[in-house]
């Protein structure tokens, strides 16, 4: 359904844009108060530790030390640091300071003082002593009997009714069956059986977790974070400090990133806390080690995948089995794993679907929420079984993926059985492109020029691999998001708004849903955003939800104040409200008899009679989770002396619904896309035996620059989401699915060889060349 | 002992106090140049580069004393809002700018290279840009921005 708009759809300029490019102080650090006190944190050396003394009386001696906090004078209070809704699906494991230590990385104590030099050189004398304790270091080991129990705390639950059992170090169990994926191998003409495995990776935000807090006038704590959940934050700050909500006041401003990690609450009660004992703001910036090492990554899931399918190519099962390692804390292990099958077994039509999810503990770095959430990993597993399916199938990949997948006005039992944390919500598909994707994307590519990885010879060879995808939009009958406008009397407005941009463009993309259901100019929509004193209530930038739940908010609230306009404008006008019409900024009699502009009629209500603000606050919860659809392909080239991969090329096809602003939707996609290439090829996490990360620098953590990205194309599919505000469905998460398993079909294109682990490094592509 | 330097900020003709240790980096966000950012503090990610006698440095690890009687340059004395630099104009304009705490080091990057060479070729100017990391756009728009600056979008 094609609609004419006049601000979305159009690539307006991103509001934020030219004072980000002046180098504008608009960032955490660059707000910091005069005289602000400075954190350094004594994290623990050991992957598993109790601490039997700690001696902080030579540190809290040294020049310039104001405080020293660990657990023996801190609030005692089991929470997640998981900037979720509440109740949580995350476990409350976690304390701000403890007796025990579960990771290289973990919280011992921390310093505040006059300067980070005096900060750090009170970390060095504190004296801790340890009673070092067996450590998991492998996820295949934690529920084994005798294994050494993580989480042997009393105060540990879950706030929700779901299985957990720390005693076997299991953080999160789920799982699901419809029909019998058994019989459906038994009776299957062609079945497969594989386990593929995801890495440790980092998000990598150029701006590392910073946050501060200053005691405010009124007595109250004001806290300014990067974060993607600034309601989040003031909930579980005031949870773990035992202090009323209303103590609080949180504001993100600008920040440099976030990709999910931005959604845990890692920094802000020490700084709060520190701010309330010393009277002080207090400030504190995590190092790039501490962003590898403490902050936290991306969940590697190990996944056995079986599918079954008919003769003619008719997919008749499909069983996941996810074994997530969610490391020393449980932050978000139930819902990352649910969404590796939620997000991903809907998207071929199967009789039999089975799925378990278990989240188990180990004395390694955190899992957390990272853009995809479980979908990037569950991904490979899919995405490549269907691949190779296709190839016994004497099938065309790409015709397997056209037979199979789900179409406009299915649905999937998945929908219902998995939610997030709960049983989730039924739904049918609406808009789904992904047909066009995959068709277009193919043409963009090249794909049948793709050749048999038979016919290749030769130390360089190229292949063609692809991947279809899905995701969400929000998350059903839970995420919730506010929106207020007031108008002014030059006719502009003041549109406040929870939800979080984190640098995506959502205040634009918003800003866009604002003008054009006020029919007016973006220039007249003044955004402020993510304020708890300020601004309605938005759970936060997560789960692909903004411009879909948010902008819905927005477009709700811009309605209800457009029925204002017009009321004041039939008064001001002796007619009746069906007698005008909106355009322009304007109203006016449909006869064209007369017209008043906005400015007048903001200035009327004001000032003129019956004076009051127009303005109105709305908020919208979402009753499905509407999926956007792409196709990826990727054009690898692999050297088979030395494994080395090298994309040449990249094509994302990619159906958001209506794309609020083109340019945007491509910025997330291309953004997506060569972070996930490079998590497929260089990224990693190396531990030593100890449990100790040894690359924690971009030195050695190596991220895609520009001279290494392949050129990478985006074709928006446009379709049309009646639920989504415009026509909208999310575009953020999805695109980073993609890279990981159209690498690997790419590389079994080039050299008949298929991977079931990532990365795909030089060094593992060589070793699996070397095994044939 | 601390040591007094000579430089030119921005235009602006300086004498400061440095201590020996203190960074380029440390002494821009101290003179209120907020928009050098330090995004990693090892010189790997580029977000605190500025340009001393019009090179790019990395100031995170430059010592501040290093600058005595150089000229150096950040993105607060290229443009403003109301009079953006073409370049940082060509990045907003192409939706080139996403969390924005690469950007203007990437400005920097890309003003160095243009002064030399205003009509760079794709990969000129992706062999320029190789120390400024990005982790939000993919580097596509940035790109792109760029080469259609150079004049060259054909290239792309």
């Given at each position: 359904?094609?609609?004419?708009?006049?601000?979305?759809?159009?690539?307006?300029?991103?509001?934020?844009?030219?004072?980000?490019?002046?180098?504008?102080?608009?960032?955490?650090?660059?707000?910091?108060?005069?005289?602000?006190?400075?954190?350094?944190?004594?994290?623990?050396?050991?992957?598993?530790?109790?601490?039997?003394?700690?001696?902080?009386?030579?540190?809290?001696?040294?020049?310039?030390?104001?405080?020293?906090?660990?657990?023996?004078?801190?609030?005692?209070?089991?929470?997640?640091?998981?900037?979720?809704?509440?109740?949580?699906?995350?476990?409350?494991?976690?304390?701000?300071?403890?007796?025990?230590?579960?990771?290289?990385?973990?919280?011992?104590?921390?310093?505040?003082?006059?300067?980070?030099?005096?900060?750090?050189?009170?970390?060095?004398?504190?004296?801790?002593?340890?009673?070092?304790?067996?450590?998991?270091?492998?996820?295949?080991?934690?529920?084994?009997?005798?294994?050494?129990?993580?989480?042997?705390?009393?105060?540990?639950?879950?706030?929700?009714?779901?299985?957990?059992?720390?005693?076997?170090?299991?953080?999160?169990?789920?799982?699901?069956?419809?029909?019998?994926?058994?019989?459906?191998?038994?009776?299957?003409?062609?079945?497969?059986?594989?386990?593929?495995?995801?890495h440790y990776a980092q998000?990598?935000?150029?701006?590392?977790?910073?946050?501060?807090?200053?005691?405010?006038?009124?007595?109250?704590?004001?806290?300014?974070?990067?974060?993607?959940?600034?309601?989040?934050?003031?909930?579980?700050?005031?949870?773990?400090?035992?202090?009323?909500?209303?103590?609080?006041?949180?504001?993100?401003?600008?920040?440099?990133?976030?990709?999910?990690?931005?959604?845990?609450?890692?920094?802000?009660?020490?700084?709060?806390?520190?701010?309330?004992?010393?009277?002080?703001?207090?400030?504190?910036?995590?190092?790039?080690?501490?962003?590898f090492i403490?902050?936290?990554t991306r969940?590697p899931?190990?996944?056995?995948?079986?599918?079954?399918?008919?003769?003619?190519?008719?997919?008749?099962?499909?069983?996941?089995?996810?074994?997530?390692?969610?490391g020393?804390?449980?932050?978000?292990?139930?819902?990352?794993?649910?969404?590796?099958?939620?997000?991903?077994?809907?998207?071929?039509?199967?009789?039999?679907?089975?799925?378990?999810?278990?989240?188990?503990?180990?004395?390694l770095p955190?899992?957390?929420?990272?853009?995809?959430?479980?979908?990037?990993?569950?991904?490979?597993?899919?995405?490549?079984?269907?691949?190779?399916?296709?190839?016994?199938?004497?099938?065309?990949?790409?015709?397997?993926?056209?037979?199979?997948?789900?179409?406009?006005?299915?649905?999937?039992?998945?929908?219902?059985?998995?939610?997030?944390?709960?049983?989730?919500?039924?739904?049918?598909?609406?808009?789904?492109?992904?047909?066009?994707?995959?068709?277009?994307?193919?043409?963009?590519?090249?794909?049948?020029?793709?050749?048999?990885?038979?016919?290749?010879?030769?130390?360089?060879?190229?292949?063609?691999?692809?991947?279809?995808?899905?995701?969400?939009?929000?998350?059903?009958?839970?995420?919730?998001?506010?929106?207020?406008?007031?108008?002014?009397?030059?006719?502009?407005?003041?549109?406040?708004?929870?939800?979080?941009?984190?640098?995506?463009?959502?205040?634009?993309?918003?800003?866009?849903?604002?003008?054009?259901?006020?029919?007016?100019?973006?220039?007249?929509?003044?955004?402020?955003?993510?304020?708890?004193?300020?601004?309605?209530?938005?759970?936060?930038?997560?789960?692909?939800?903004?411009?879909?739940?948010?902008?819905?908010?927005?477009?709700?609230?811009?309605?209800?104040?457009?029925?204002?306009?017009?009321?004041?404008?039939?008064?001001?006008?002796?007619?009746?409200?069906?007698?005008?019409?909106?355009?322009?900024?304007?109203?006016?009699?449909?006869?064209?008899?007369?017209?008043?502009?906005?400015?007048?009629?903001?200035?009327?209500?004001?000032?003129?009679?019956?004076?009051?603000?127009?303005?109105?606050?709305?908020?919208?919860?979402?009753?499905?989770?509407?999926?956007?659809?792409?196709?990826?392909?990727?054009?690898?080239?692999?050297?088979?002396?030395?494994?080395?991969?090298?994309?040449?090329?990249?094509?994302?096809?990619?159906?958001?619904?209506?794309?609020?602003?083109?340019?945007?939707?491509?910025?997330?996609?291309?953004?997506?896309?060569?972070?996930?290439?490079?998590?497929?090829?260089?990224e990693d996490y190396r531990f030593?035996?100890?449990g100790v990360m040894q690359n924690a620098?971009?030195?050695h953590y190596?991220?895609?620059?520009?001279?290494?990205?392949?050129?990478?194309?985006?074709?928006?599919?446009?379709?049309?989401?009646?639920?989504?505000?415009?026509?909208?469905?999310?575009?953020?998460?999805?695109?980073?699915?993609?890279?990981?398993?159209?690498?690997?079909?790419?590389?079994?294109?080039?050299?008949?060889?298929?991977?079931?682990?990532?990365p795909?490094?030089?060094?593992?592509?060589?070793?699996?060349?070397?095994?044939? | 002992?601390?040591?007094?330097?000579?430089?030119?900020?921005?235009?602006?003709?300086?004498?400061?106090?440095?201590?020996?240790?203190?960074?380029?980096?440390?002494?821009?966000?101290?003179?209120?140049?907020?928009?050098?950012?330090?995004?990693?503090?090892?010189?790997?990610?580029?977000?605190?580069?500025?340009?001393?006698?019009?090179?790019?440095?990395?100031?995170?690890?430059?010592?501040?004393?290093?600058?005595?009687?150089?000229?150096?340059?950040?993105?607060?004395?290229?443009?403003?809002?109301?009079?953006?630099?073409?370049?940082?104009?060509?990045?907003?304009?192409?939706?080139?700018?996403?969390?924005?705490?690469?950007?203007?080091?990437?400005?920097?990057?890309?003003?160095?290279?243009?002064?030399?060479?205003?009509?760079?070729?794709?990969?000129?100017?992706?062999?320029?840009?190789?120390?400024?990391?990005?982790?939000?756009?993919?580097?596509?728009?940035?790109?792109?921005?760029?080469?259609?600056?150079?004049?060259?979008?054909?290239?792309?």
């Amino acid at each position: 359904m094609k609609r004419k708009h006049q601000v979305v759809g159009h690539s307006v300029r991103k509001i934020d844009a030219l004072s980000l490019a002046c180098g504008k102080p608009m960032f955490v650090p660059d707000l910091v108060p005069p005289g602000a006190l400075h954190v350094k944190m004594l994290w623990s050396p050991h992957a598993h530790a109790r601490i039997t003394s700690i001696d902080t009386s030579v540190a809290e001696a040294m020049p310039g030390v104001k405080l020293v906090l660990h657990h023996g004078n801190v609030p005692r209070v089991a929470h997640t640091t998981a900037g979720q809704g509440f109740p949580e699906p995350s476990p409350y494991d976690t304390f701000m300071f403890d007796h025990k230590v579960r990771f290289v990385g973990d919280r011992v104590a921390a310093v505040i003082a006059e300067t980070p030099e005096q900060a750090a050189a009170a970390v060095g004398a504190i004296k801790v002593e340890y009673d070092i304790l067996e450590a998991v270091l492998d996820p295949h080991d934690a529920d084994r009997e005798g294994a050494p129990v993580i989480h042997d705390q009393p105060e540990t639950h879950v706030p929700i009714p779901v299985p957990y059992e720390p005693e076997k170090n299991v953080a999160a169990r789920v799982g699901m069956d419809i029909g019998s994926i058994d019989d459906a191998m038994a009776a299957a003409d062609v079945s497969l059986d594989h386990t593929y495995a995801t890495h440790y990776a980092q998000h990598v935000p150029m701006e590392p977790h910073v946050a501060f807090a200053e005691p405010a006038n009124d007595g109250r704590i004001t806290i300014v974070t990067s974060t993607q959940v600034p309601f989040h934050v003031r909930r579980i700050i005031a949870q773990t400090l035992e202090i009323p909500v209303r103590q609080l006041r949180v504001i993100k401003p600008r920040i440099g990133g976030g990709f999910g990690v931005k959604q845990e609450i890692l920094l802000e009660d020490v700084v709060a806390l520190g701010a309330i004992r010393t009277g002080r703001p207090v400030y504190w910036k995590y190092t790039r080690a501490e962003e590898f090492i403490s902050a936290r990554t991306r969940h590697p899931i190990e996944t056995r995948l079986r599918m079954a399918a008919t003769k003619d190519g008719v997919v008749t099962g499909i069983g996941m089995d996810c074994l997530s390692n969610t490391g020393a804390y449980g932050s978000h292990a139930l819902t990352v794993v649910c969404n590796a099958g939620s997000k991903m077994l809907p998207l071929y039509r199967s009789p039999n679907i089975h799925f378990t999810g278990t989240a188990v503990y180990t004395n390694l770095p955190v899992g957390g929420a990272y853009r995809g959430y479980g979908a990037t990993q569950s991904s490979l597993a899919v995405e490549c079984m269907v691949d190779e399916l296709a190839e016994k199938l004497g099938m065309d990949p790409l015709q397997f993926r056209l037979k199979n997948h789900i179409r406009s006005g299915e649905t999937s039992p998945v929908f219902r059985a998995l939610g997030e944390g709960k049983a989730g919500v039924e739904q049918s598909i609406g808009s789904c492109k992904l047909e066009q994707c995959i068709k277009l994307g193919a043409k963009e590519i090249g794909w049948r020029r793709r050749g048999r990885p038979e016919n290749k010879k030769g130390r360089y060879r190229t292949g063609i691999g692809m991947a279809a995808l899905m995701q969400g939009s929000s998350i059903p009958e839970i995420d919730m998001g506010a929106a207020s406008i007031k108008m002014n009397e030059d006719g502009s407005f003041n549109l406040l708004m929870g939800a979080t941009d984190l640098g995506t463009g959502s205040d634009t993309v918003l800003g866009q849903i604002a003008a054009e259901a006020l029919s007016t100019t973006i220039d007249k929509i003044l955004v402020y955003s993510s304020d708890t004193d300020m601004t309605p209530f938005d759970v936060g930038a997560y789960a692909s939800s903004t411009t879909y739940l948010s902008g819905s908010a927005v477009r709700n609230c811009a309605e209800k104040v457009r029925k204002q306009i017009l009321k004041v404008a039939a008064s001001m006008l002796d007619c009746k409200v069906g007698e005008l019409a909106i355009a322009d900024a304007m109203v006016a009699k449909k006869d064209g008899t007369a017209s008043v502009s906005f400015a007048d009629v903001a200035t009327h209500s004001m000032y003129a009679s019956d004076q009051h603000q127009i303005g109105d606050m709305s908020s919208h919860i979402t009753h499905k989770s509407p999926p956007p659809f792409s196709a990826h392909f990727a054009e690898v080239e692999v050297d088979t002396w030395t494994g080395a991969v090298k994309v040449l090329n990249y094509v994302a096809a990619v159906d958001c619904g209506t794309a609020i602003n083109p340019k945007l939707a491509e910025g997330q996609t291309e953004g997506g896309v060569l972070n996930g290439i490079s998590f497929a090829l260089t990224e990693d996490y190396r531990f030593n035996s100890r449990g100790v990360m040894q690359n924690a620098s971009l030195m050695h953590y190596k991220i895609f620059s520009m001279r290494d990205k392949p050129p990478i194309k985006t074709i928006l599919v446009p379709s049309y989401e009646k639920t989504g505000p415009f026509g909208a469905k999310s575009v953020s998460e999805i695109c980073i699915n993609g890279p990981i398993p159209a690498i690997a079909n790419a590389i079994y294109n080039a050299t008949g060889v298929r991977l079931y682990r990532s990365p795909f490094t030089a060094e593992t592509v060589w070793r699996a060349l070397a095994e044939g | 002992m601390n040591r007094t330097i000579s430089c030119t900020i921005n235009g602006t003709e300086r004498t400061l106090e440095v201590e020996p240790s203190e960074k380029l980096s440390s002494l821009m966000r101290r003179l209120g140049l907020k928009s050098v950012k330090v995004g990693c503090n090892e010189g790997c990610c580029g977000t605190c580069t500025v340009l001393v006698d019009g090179r790019t440095v990395y100031s995170c690890l430059a010592y501040a004393a290093s600058v005595d009687g150089r000229n150096v340059r950040t993105v607060e004395h290229l443009g403003s809002i109301d009079r953006p630099n073409p370049i940082q104009q060509a990045l907003a304009d192409e939706g080139a700018v996403q969390c924005g705490f690469c950007i203007p080091a990437m400005v920097l990057s890309a003003e160095e290279l243009l002064e030399k060479n205003p009509r760079p070729t794709a990969d000129e100017m992706r062999k320029h840009l190789d120390g400024n990391l990005c982790r939000c756009t993919g580097y596509e728009k940035i790109e792109s921005a760029l080469m259609k600056l150079a004049g060259k979008e054909e290239d792309v």
